[in-house]
């Protein structure tokens, strides 16, 4: 690699998570280097997470979901330009080419470059998608469009929502003066689905779930699911399962009904697709970036790309895999963080490791709770040179004499030969999913199944029995290895 020329400054692509983390961090650490941060839209530094929260009406204003108001940015040093659009990078000449608010182009040089641009949701294959009433949830335009839909028109305002006055008003507005939905289709039951039932629910429509597979939320493994889709029923979700949505139909511009593939047909007056984000990697690809098999940037330990001084983080870039070894893809919020803090931080000259991912995730499903770490998928585990096995075992959260014990579910997976925990899940009703980390704390230590076992967990009756229910899961998945 050649020796970067400080004296150019530090570009950013994207004024989010991965983006503002090593803008901040770099300012931090080498105050003189000069940080720009180009965000091609008017949000910077929001919360995607809590964005169905905000629908639900949890979350009262888009506002509560920014983090760093733009002046809080440039207060930390940092030259933020937002509607600002990169379009074109050139590593030869170390420039890039961005589009400014009035369609002007403007060329700036980089010492070192970092790609943050996110993911994009999809929609495609499923054709009528631009009608209004269907939405993807991804970004803060679409989380006031959704609510400002199912809002009063008698009572709406582009104020309420907040947003410190990014929102796009005429969309938002539009949406506002419509009669609000009474049934909406959720496709998708992966986590954002599964958020957004709950959210739709809240505000008493007759929410319906499509999900192309037989279970919901696939990453979490069917000892979740057969947990969580007895509970979406109670809540009265009505669950499609195995069924595709083909094709959304509607009059005058605004859907009306879906179509599945099975030949199932349902009038509707919304719909939320969530079946799948893709990591934006358009400018990298152009840019001679090589790409993982996933389809994501490929980085190394420090988040440097193929191309000399262009580092990639956050949901455009893969990351090692702390069982695995190798580049995988899990778009989450954490390690975007991490990943562009550390990039920050060697930028600054002082190189540091992005981080290993665990695939750790959580998600609330009314009112129980589901987590997942590691490979939880036999076959993928299989895939990766394991010999996989596994036990689910349901046990108390609490003391069982102590008010609020919940069953929790958990299941481990580890290797038979060399014990060596591989991953697990859990689901239940009393801060289930945060125990989750317990297992993401073992996968980071590479610890065996055993030494899971005799993990020192806390206890206390109003927190946890006294063997808490993962001991009581590695205890019989050990047993069955060592049998
Ligand atoms: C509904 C929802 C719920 C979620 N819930 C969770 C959760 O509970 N837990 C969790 O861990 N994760 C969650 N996530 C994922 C998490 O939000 C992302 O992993 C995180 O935001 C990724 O940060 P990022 O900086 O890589 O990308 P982003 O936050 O997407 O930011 C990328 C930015 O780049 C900008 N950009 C793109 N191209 C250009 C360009 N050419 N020029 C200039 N700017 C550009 C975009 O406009 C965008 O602002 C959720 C995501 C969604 C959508």
Redesign the pocket.
């Known amino acids: 690699m050649t020796a970067t020329n400080t004296t150019e400054p530090f570009v950013v692509?994207?004024?989010?998570?991965?983006?503002?983390?090593a803008a901040s961090k770099l300012k931090r650490e080498a105050p003189h280097r000069d940080a720009i941060v180009?965000?091609?839209?008017s949000?910077?530094s929001?919360?995607?997470?809590?964005?169905?929260y905000f629908v639900k009406g949890d979350v009262e204003t888009l506002t509560d979901l920014l983090s760093l108001s733009p002046s809080d940015i440039r207060d930390r040093g940092i030259d933020l330009r937002r509607n600002?659009?990169?379009?074109a990078v050139s590593p030869m000449e170390q420039t890039v080419t961005?589009r400014g608010p009035d369609g002007e182009k403007i060329h700036q040089s980089y010492g070192d470059l970092l790609v943050?641009?996110?993911?994009r949701?999809l929609s495609e294959p499923i054709s009528g998608s631009q009608l209004d009433g269907v939405f993807t949830?991804?970004?803060l335009d679409s989380?006031a469009n959704v609510r400002a839909f199912l809002s009063d028109p008698a009572e709406f305002t582009v104020e309420s929502l907040g947003g410190d006055g990014y929102v796009d008003e005429a969309t938002a507005t539009r949406y506002g003066a419509m009669t609000p939905p009474e049934t909406v289709a959720i496709v998708g039951g992966g986590?954002?689905g599964i958020?957004?039932a709950e959210a739709f629910s809240a505000w008493e429509l007759d929410v319906h779930l499509f999900q192309r597979s037989d279970h919901v939320l696939p990453p979490f493994g069917t000892a979740v699911a057969e947990r969580v889709e007895p509970h979406l029923d109670e809540q009265g979700v009505t669950l499609h399962l195995g069924t595709e949505v083909a094709e959304f139909s509607g009059e005058d511009g605004r859907v009306d009904s879906l179509a599945c593939s099975n030949g199932t047909e349902l009038a509707v007056d919304a719909a939320l697709v969530?079946i799948g984000?893709r990591p934006?990697v358009?400018?990298a690809a152009e840019t001679a970036v090589t790409l993982g098999d996933s389809g994501a940037i490929a980085i190394d330990e420090y988040g440097r790309t193929s191309v000399d001084h262009v580092y990639a983080?956050?949901?455009?870039?893969e990351m090692p895999h702390v069982v695995t070894g190798e580049n995988t893809w899990v778009?989450?919020?954490?390690?975007?963080?991490r990943a562009?803090r550390a990039i920050g931080q060697t930028v600054a000259g002082n190189p540091t490791p992005v981080g290993r991912i665990a695939g750790t995730?959580?998600?609330k499903a009314f009112d129980l709770e589901c987590g997942r770490v590691g490979l939880t998928n036999l076959d993928r585990a299989r895939d990766a040179g394991f010999d996989p096995v596994s036990e689910t075992i349901t046990a108390g959260s609490r003391s069982g004499y102590y008010p609020g014990v919940a069953e929790t579910t958990v299941r481990l997976v580890a290797d038979r030969k060399s014990g060596r925990l591989l991953g697990g899940s859990i689901v239940g009703g009393d801060r289930a999913a945060i125990r989750i980390d317990t297992l993401a704390t073992a996968l980071e230590g590479e610890l065996s199944i055993e030494e899971v076992e005799r993990l020192d967990l806390a206890y206390a009756p109003p927190f946890s029995p006294v063997w808490d229910p993962i001991l009581v899961a590695a205890k019989v998945l050990n047993g069955q290895i060592s049998s």
């Open positions: 692509i994207g004024g989010d998570a991965a983006g503002l983390s180009f965000e091609k839209g949000w910077v929001y919360a995607h997470c809590g964005t169905p600002h659009e990169v379009i961005v943050a641009t996110g993911a949701a949830l991804h970004g989380a986590y954002v958020e957004m969530g984000i934006n358009q400018l983080a956050g949901d455009c870039a778009p989450l919020g954490l390690t975007a963080n562009g995730a959580v998600v």
